[in-house]
């Protein structure tokens, strides 16, 4: 899976599927979400994007 790195005014969010990049993004101050699966993923991109 490709990392897909979004810049929604000045906050950033990181979705991967391996957690040590994961991580490594929450350790430099962004948001990551680890993909498991697609419902998941889309749950965490729409609390995202309502934030």
């Given at each position: 899976?490709?990392?897909?790195?979004?810049?929604?005014?000045?906050?950033?969010?990181?979705?991967?599927?391996?957690?040590?990049p994961a991580r490594g993004a929450e350790s430099c101050g962004i948001r990551a979400v680890l993909h498991r699966d697609n419902a998941t993923t889309i749950a965490a991109i729409e609390r995202f994007l309502a934030n």
């Open positions: 899976m490709k990392w897909i790195l979004y810049d929604v005014g000045g906050v950033l969010e990181l979705i991967d599927d391996n957690d040590a």
